[in-house]
């Protein structure tokens, strides 16, 4: 029977028997695959090359993997003003969008998707066209739906404006209006 010896924190050692040696590795694979995890989902929320690079760079290509993994295709325009915002805006959006993203994707049937982000004096405008067949806000489905509440939420948090405007089997507009001095 052969044993593995660990050195201990305190100076002394630790001896485990084979058994003990196997469980103790299987610990170790299980700890690297919750890291693993917990970094993907930590990316997922907040990517890195988002906090690093910023959403003007970020986002093209989040957009690129959503047209590779659904049937969408995007178009982004970005005024040369838009530079970086403070990270909670920043981020903010990032989310916004991604729900919006999402919802539209689920409920719209879109094959389209618009995406205009523009900076002019103190205002950050971000427009969302979509061509799907458009969701009707008196509905209980949209109106209660937890997506835009979730988006509500993030654009109360950053002080923002937000409306959609549908267009029945044309598909909505969404607004959302950023004032930067508050």
């Not at 689920?106 to 900076?119: N, Q």
């Not at 405008?125 to 835009?148: A, H, R, W, Y």
Request: net charge negative.
């Amino acid at each position: 029977m052969n044993n593995l010896v660990i050195p201990k924190n305190m100076g002394g050692k630790v001896i485990l028997t084979h058994e003990g040696a196997l469980q103790f590795e299987n610990a170790l694979n299980m700890l690297d695959l919750s890291l693993n995890e917990l970094r993907r989902v930590a990316d997922e929320l907040l990517p890195e090359k988002l906090v690093n690079e910023g959403l003007k760079k970020y986002l093209p290509e989040f957009c690129k993997v959503i047209e590779l993994e659904k049937n969408v295709t995007f178009n982004l325009f970005f005024n040369n003003e838009l530079g970086r915002l403070d990270e909670l805006r920043e981020s903010a959006v990032f989310r916004i969008l991604k729900s919006l993203i999402g919802y539209i994707l689920k409920y719209s049937e879109a094959s389209v998707i618009t995406i205009s982000i523009s900076h002019v004096n103190k205002l950050v405008t971000l427009q969302l066209f979509n061509n799907g067949k458009g969701f009707d806000l008196s509905s209980p489905e949209v109106s209660g739906s937890k997506e835009i509440a979730y988006i509500k939420l993030w654009v109360e948090k950053i002080k923002g404006r937000f409306q959609i405007i549908p267009e029945p089997n044309k598909g909505n507009e969404v607004i959302i209006e950023l004032d930067m001095e508050n």
